[in-house]
């Protein structure tokens, strides 16, 4: 079983995660579980793939910023849904289009190409649609409280 090495470990480092946490996020328990190349990509073939053995490896850097923005859209989210829930519990038309507006913002921020977008309450966040195809998306799960990309099935229904 492969471990990160010592420039993958640094660079997480200096990000401020653990190869544990770093681990975790890909789904093992630990990182002595992990099962990624040891340059930290979760693509345990990387190495030789992505780039050759003497290069760095492109793919950390670039998960890491993909991490950090989850983490801002995670935080940007929680508003825009307890908005939401304010808005529903009081029944007004001025928390209703307070809370819409932030959707709105929020999905302009981070789901470029969007279509359409709603606050929905089966499944329990906030889902759109893009331009690329006809499938509603479930973005942030209000439930779980995390940032997602799932498709939502038929029958599903919004505010």
């Known amino acids: 079983m492969p471990t990160l090495n010592h420039a993958a470990r ?8 653990t190869s544990r946490q770093w681990a975790q996020r890909h789904g093992y ?11 930290g990509c979760p693509d ?5 793939y992505h780039h050759d053995a003497e290069e760095e490896c492109g793919c950390l850097p670039a998960l890491i910023d993909e991490l950090r923005r989850d983490e801002r ?3 940007d989210a929680r508003p825009v849904w307890a908005a939401h829930v304010r808005a529903t519990e009081s029944g ?12 709105a913002a ?5 789901a470029a190409g969007a279509t359409w977008h709603a606050l929905s309450d089966s499944p329990r966040g906030i889902v759109y649609r893009n331009q690329w195809n006809d499938s509603t ?6 439930d779980s409280d995390s940032i997602e990309t799932a498709e939502v099935t038929e029958g599903t229904s919004a505010r």
């Open 44 to 48: 345990d073939r990387c190495i030789g």
């Open 29 to 39: 328990a630990s990182a002595a579980e992990w099962r990624g190349d040891e340059c």
């Open 10 to 17: 640094e660079t997480l480092q200096l990000a401020g995660l």
């Open 106 to 110: 929020w999905v302009e921020e981070y």
């Open 137 to 142: 998306w479930l973005i942030y799960d209000a």
């Open 92 to 103: 007004t038309a001025e928390d209703r289009a307070a809370a819409d507006q932030l959707a």
């Open 73 to 75: 859209k995670l935080a």
